[in-house]
């Protein structure tokens, strides 16, 4: 059975930390670890951490981009979690699901070649209300994911945001290198270095129920993929920096990744920005 840790990132976190770190206590199949890295927070946060058994690690970012910033938090927990063969990924506001943890795992060590799993979710607002939207409503992926040519997923996944991090699961061990570049979100930019090593999993199941409010860094916005009421992921690749510093990274860092030329092909021709 591999080894499970969790990672979190905290910023002014009081108002529903108590409820995310309640549902992680009560998983199936509880992470071995859990990271938190704080930015700064001076509410109650760390007290709750505390209470918890959970010390934060103090946020090691001096970027000022908001999403570069949260990027750095995340690729910092990640490697917090040191040999953890699977990483679960968490927002500070979400409820997971009590089987989230076994679930996610079980389909990862199952596919021992995949890097990145992502899962649905519930989304609910501010008092927990569930909407009846799903993170796929907002986020399509392909039906036809599984039989889809490697080349065929990278072509979409350049034109979408298809991995929301707090659903999301890593196998830290088999990415080349797990730097985020400036400007880019986490989940967005692990997705793709996943597809391109032909290793990013789709789980049509909700593993968490996916808090929406007004006070979210980032919320569910569809960005170039189209407008809708909900706020997520800003845009299509993320945001700050220039269309063209994102260009440069998806051919400088990505396409070398590329784990055949089909693949690489369809980095060169199909990414939109």
Known sequence: MSTVAAALVTYQSAG???????????QTRRPSLIVV???????????ILAAHGVVAITSSSSAEDVTTRIAQNFQQAVMACHDAELVVLGDHDDVWRPDRVERQATLLESSPQALM???????MDEDGTLTGATLRTVFPVLDEWATCTPAERMAYV???????????MLRPGRFP??????GWLHDRWWSL??????GMLIDAEAVIDYRVSDSQQVG??????GRGSIRRLRTLVGTGGSAMAKYRDLHRLLRPLAVDQ????AIRLRNVL
């Open 177 to 182: 290198s797990l730097d985020v570049p400036e």
């Open 37 to 47: 890295v704080d930015d700064g927070s001076t509410d109650d946060t760390l007290d």
């Open 262 to 265: 089909e693949i690489a092909t």
């Open 220 to 225: 569910l916005d569809t960005g170039a993929q």
């Open 193 to 198: 270095v996943a597809t391109t090593r032909d």
């Open 16 to 26: 529903w930390l108590e409820q995310t770190l309640i549902s992680i206590e009560a």
């Open 158 to 168: 350049l034109r979408h945001s298809i991995a929301t991090g707090g659903a999301s």
């Open 117 to 123: 799993l992502a899962s649905d979710g519930a989304v």
